[in-house]
């Protein structure tokens, strides 16, 4: 078995022991393979372990990826969603390539994403991304604002609102994590009661996924736990 699939299959252990931890069915999760940094024979690795859903947060890096493995393995059904910031002049590429995005925080990139989509493709599935502890720097809506936003959002022709995404800052502390992870419940959760038909909670990364599966995440975004650590001058990249 190679490393990858080995790590797969520890990352799919861990998902099924957080769930039954709090009494929730392992399917209720879905693993999302983060393999920014990673070239697409990582991705191939993944693929044959069974991993059909991945990540990305660099627009033309996703690109790259998604045109060579579809020039490779063109019979296989992969979903790539974008995960990482978005500007507005990457938005037709995401647009044109993607199946899921993330990370949309205001109406204009919402906006240009459903103009830009393609009448041949199925709608932009979007997840709003929610600054759920208010990190001045960090992307995201503020949870005051998110009720409009989600109002806005789903009534673009193109799109498809499907829930929150949140990346909390980093701490070890367990019990710190699992409350923010619980507001970002709260908040889907009066999204649902709104109306929204809302399915997709995405939260939890490799270092606090347990926390996140035990506040309800349906979505863990999990990458250096499959793929190894990143080089360093990536990750700053993030910024
Ligand atoms: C990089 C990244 C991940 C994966 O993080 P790991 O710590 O490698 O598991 C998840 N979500 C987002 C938005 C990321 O940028």
Same mark, same amino acid.
């Given at each position: 078995?190679?490393? @990858?699939?080995?790590?797969?299959?520890?990352?799919?252990?861990?998902?099924?022991?957080?769930?039954?931890?709090?009494?929730?069915?392992?399917?209720?999760?879905?693993?999302?393979?983060?393999?920014?940094?990673?070239?697409?024979?990582?991705?191939?690795?993944?693929?044959?372990?069974?991993?059909?859903?991945?990540?990305?947060?660099?627009?033309?890096?996703?690109?790259?990826?998604?045109?060579?493995?579809?020039?490779?393995?063109?019979?296989?059904?992969?979903?790539?969603?974008?995960?990482?910031?978005?500007?507005?002049?990457?938005?037709?590429?995401?647009?044109?390539?993607?199946?899921?995005?993330?990370?949309?925080?205001?109406?204009? @990139?919402?906006?240009?994403?459903?103009?830009?989509?393609?009448?041949? /493709?199925?709608?932009?599935?979007?997840?709003?991304?929610?600054?759920?502890?208010?990190?001045?720097?960090?992307?995201?809506?503020?949870?005051?604002?998110?009720?409009?936003?989600?109002?806005?959002?789903?009534?673009?022709?193109? /799109?498809?609102?499907?829930?929150?995404?949140? @990346?909390?800052?980093?701490?070890?502390?367990?019990?710190?994590?699992?409350?923010?992870?619980?507001?970002?419940?709260?908040?889907?959760?009066?999204?649902?009661?709104?109306?929204?038909?809302?399915?997709?909670?995405?939260?939890?990364?490799?270092?606090?996924?347990?926390?996140?599966?035990?506040?309800?995440?349906?979505?863990?975004?999990?990458?250096?736990?499959?793929?190894?650590?990143?080089?360093?001058?990536?990750?700053?990249?993030?910024?």
């Amino acid at each position: 078995m190679t490393t @990858i699939a080995a790590n797969l299959q520890h990352v799919r252990a861990q998902i099924t022991q957080a769930c039954a931890h709090s009494g929730r069915e392992a399917s209720a999760v879905e693993l999302l393979a983060v393999s920014k940094t990673f070239g697409v024979d990582a991705v191939i690795e993944a693929l044959d372990a069974g991993q059909a859903a991945f990540g990305e947060n660099y627009v033309q890096e996703g690109v790259d990826k998604i045109l060579a493995l579809r020039a490779l393995r063109a019979d296989v059904a992969v979903s790539w969603h974008c995960i990482g910031p978005l500007q507005s002049n990457k938005t037709r590429l995401v647009a044109t390539h993607f199946d899921w995005v993330q990370s949309v925080d205001r109406l204009k @990139i919402a906006q240009r994403l459903s103009e830009q989509r393609p009448d041949h /493709l199925p709608s932009l599935q979007v997840c709003l991304q929610v600054n759920i502890d208010a990190g001045p720097n960090k992307s995201g809506v503020a949870p005051q604002e998110l009720p409009e936003l989600a109002a806005a959002v789903a009534g673009l022709p193109r /799109l498809r609102l499907r829930g929150l995404m949140c @990346i909390p800052e980093p701490t070890a502390d367990v019990g710190a994590q699992k409350a923010l992870f619980d507001q970002a419940r709260e908040l889907f959760e009066q999204l649902k009661a709104r109306g929204h038909a809302l399915d997709t909670l995405s939260m939890g990364m490799s270092d606090d996924m347990t926390a996140a599966i035990a506040a309800g995440s349906t979505m863990v975004r999990v990458g250096r736990a499959i793929f190894g650590s990143r080089p360093f001058k990536a990750a700053a990249a993030v910024a």
